[in-house]
């Protein structure tokens, strides 16, 4: 009996169910026999998968040079079933005979795939290769004067054009987001010997001249504001088994790029625009990178050299409501925690009277320290 109607449940791919039961055909699935799920026509269902797939790679006749003599075309090459096997991992849980697979390569092309665009590489791959080579820059060649470093092409980007990528990905994915008042963050100072009588200026940031350690966010010299999502957290990110914990209150809107939790990548078929897609896929490679567990010896000083040179970039940035106050970030030791890096001074915690003018209106409110053992 031939396929004309299959259920979502048919398919184990999210988008591909979801678009099903958008859809909302009858029950009664041809593939299953089983009458527990929405339908849609199959004839539908590929063409849907064939755009998807449009998206995402093209057709060797239409780019690649065929050469008889080399045995066809020249460049790397599917057919429609190793596409969805090797490439797509194509999985259709009650499809125990394949009748519903053979069927869906029946109406789907029978064309040649190759590479979206054979002559160049994919955005995410661009922009990978593009920040690998941007890290070993910063780690081991310049420094300082580097955003004329390499070209910017199809497949690559110099350091300043990738800096502004990140920046510009960050505002269409809504990644500038606002800390609410009343939110409260936690310092620790495993420094502070115990009976040491303690106020808010021990919980801020240290002076310019003491601020010697090289960070994940501000090199030596450059001191910034490191704050924590809850007391442990605090504690845990000094590896210390013990510490005063100063508390902080947010006590005017407070702006920053949030990079706690990306949105998910969306599917192949979820419908999504490409480059978009792809963008995100390689954001979630640069949080994860920037993020990683950094030992605390020698090398730190040129491992954080990367994050360092983006929070640089963003925090003079001109996204479309103005500057960033500071950058959010999953904590890498406690998993329910989060930190943040804020670009406040002495002066923006009411700690320290202005040079001149008018003292500005604090960004935190000192709360209370206490003690705190892991």
């Known amino acids: 009996m031939s396929i004309e109607r299959v259920c979502s449940s048919c398919f184990d791919d999210e988008d591909l169910r979801e678009w099903i039961r958008d859809v909302n055909g009858p029950r009664g699935c041809d593939a299953c026999g089983k009458f527990d799920s929405p339908t849609c026509k199959l004839a539908d269902v590929c063409r ?28 790397t090459t599917w057919t429609t079933y190793d596409l969805l096997v090797e490439e797509v991992d194509f999985s259709l849980p009650r499809d125990r005979e394949c009748r519903l697979f053979y069927a869906l390569l029946g109406e789907l092309t029978d064309e040649t795939w190759c590479e979206y665009d054979w002559l160049t590489l994919d955005h995410d791959v661009a922009l990978r290769t593009s920040w690998e080579r941007f890290c070993e820059t910063v780690k081991h060649k310049r420094r300082f004067f580097f955003h004329s470093d390499g070209t ?23 990644l500038v987001r606002e800390l609410a008042l009343g939110t409260r963050l936690w310092r620790a100072r495993p420094d502070i010997a115990r009976g040491r009588r303690v106020n808010a200026a021990d919980f801020g940031p240290p002076p310019a001249q003491l601020a010697l350690q090289s960070n994940r966010m501000n090199p030596p010299g450059i001191p910034m504001l490191y704050l924590a999502s809850t007391a442990q957290t605090a504690l845990k990110e000094t590896r210390a088994t013990e510490a005063r914990i100063g508390q902080w209150q947010v006590t005017r809107p407070l702006r920053i790029l949030d990079l706690r939790r990306l949105p998910g990548v969306p599917g192949m078929f979820s419908g999504a625009e ?45 996204f479309d409501e103005g500057k960033v106050d500071g950058i959010a970030y999953e904590s890498t030791v406690h998993r329910i925690g989060w930190n943040i890096a804020l670009f406040a001074s002495p002066v923006e915690l009411g700690l320290e009277e202005p040079d001149w003018g008018h003292a500005p209106l604090p960004w935190l409110k000192f709360v209370r320290s206490i003690r705190v053992t892991s």
């Not at 849907?48 to 460049?75: D, F, R």
């Not at 950094?294 to 940035?317: C, G, K, M, N």
């Open 152 to 174: 910017d092409d199809r497949d690559s980007y110099t350091a300043s054009s990738l800096l502004n990528v990140i920046a510009q990905s960050g505002q269409s994915l809504e």
């Open 274 to 318: 490409r480059n978009k897609r792809l963008a995100l896929r390689f954001l979630h490679h640069f949080a994860n990178d920037i993020m990683s567990p950094v030992a605390r010896d020698q090398r730190v000083h040129v491992d954080y050299l990367p994050s360092q040179v983006v929070t640089e970039f963003i925090r003079d940035y001109a």
């Open 48 to 75: 849907h998968i064939q755009s998807c797939l449009e998206t995402y790679w093209g057709y060797a006749v239409e780019q690649l040079p065929y050469e008889s003599a080399e045995g066809g075309y020249l460049g």
